[in-house]
């Protein structure tokens, strides 16, 4: 459980088991207007984002299932700042119809897009901008080995309930998956197709890094163990032992280049 306690909570309702809350959750949602729940406390602001989960089927811990829209590999790969700085552009010469074909990541240090003034918290803002993109990779919020288990479970459920409200807006979705040490395999999965496009990202670190590399690996067989993907997209590089094995099974594996790699061959080729 992470959002209907606390809105149970702020609603005044005392002890309510998951499926009551849920009710409760449902009843509330077609009711939610510019981030207003009123049919009980009038003025109750909506800083959960429930609306996101308005149809959504929960799994064990209560993480949205989020079916994967998209039906084609992405042709390339931006990340969230770059989509920014596009969108900007084009909004600023009054090109408000424009279209870009590349789908957006958020392979990026979280602070740049989880912010006050981010994706979660200025969620339409974010669709008006990923609208314009052939599609989106869902948010990697972050999950690092020392944060509390709680925080790693909201930030798992952030990740499908965003990626299955953007579908619901017609954005082709492609289901980031992040995951930890062994424990955090009971939830990592929850909510993602099996027999589906899967994405993970290699930047900044692991597997690169020695220390993380069992770990890395480990997750990711038992990724494919659980998931079955019949593809796996990579931001950064596939160039290590584990995703050979993955080609091995027959599991298509795509890398495409991080943002400092792209860089870095955008100069090569200028000179």
């Known amino acids: 459980m992470v959002i209907f306690p606390i809105i149970a909570v702020e609603l005044g309702i005392p002890a309510a088991s998951n499926s009551i809350i849920k009710e409760v959750i ?36 209560d993480i949205p299932f989020c079916p994967t829209t998209a039906t084609e590999v992405p042709d390339s790969i931006i990340t969230w700042e770059e989509a920014k700085s596009i ?52 948010p990697d919020f972050s999950t690092y080995q020392d944060f509390p288990e709680p925080l790693k479970i909201y ?16 954005i082709a979705v492609i289901n980031n998956v992040r995951w930890g040490t062994p424990e955090t395999y009971d939830y990592c999965f929850e909510g993602i197709p099996e027999n589906s496009i899967v994405a993970i990202g290699t930047v900044g670190g692991s597997p690169r890094k020695l220390e993380d590399r069992e ?40 890398a495409y280049p991080g943002q400092t790699a792209s860089a870095f061959a955008k100069r090569r080729s200028a000179k």
Not at 215 to 237: A, N, Q
């Open 87 to 138: 969108y900007k552009k084009h909004i600023s010469v009054k090109e408000y119809d424009f279209s870009h074909n590349a789908f957006v990541c958020f392979y990026i240090d979280d602070y740049k897009f989880d912010g006050p003034r981010g994706i979660w918290h200025d969620s339409e803002q974010a669709l008006k901008v990923l609208c314009h993109f052939a599609g989106v990779i869902t």
């Open 215 to 254: 770990r890395v690996e480990t997750g990711l067989f038992k990724m494919v163990e659980e998931l079955t993907p019949h593809t796996v997209i990579v931001y950064g590089s596939a160039n290590y032992p584990c995703f050979d094995e993955l080609r091995k099974m027959g599991i298509r594996v795509i």
């Open 26 to 61: 449902t009843m509330l949602i077609p009711n939610v207007e510019h981030g207003i729940i009123s049919p009980i406390r009038p003025g109750l602001k909506d800083i959960w984002n429930a609306y996101m989960a308005e149809g959504a089927v929960f799994g064990k811990h």
């Open 155 to 170: 930030n798992t459920y952030r990740m499908r309930v965003f990626g299955y409200w953007l579908g619901k807006n017609c």
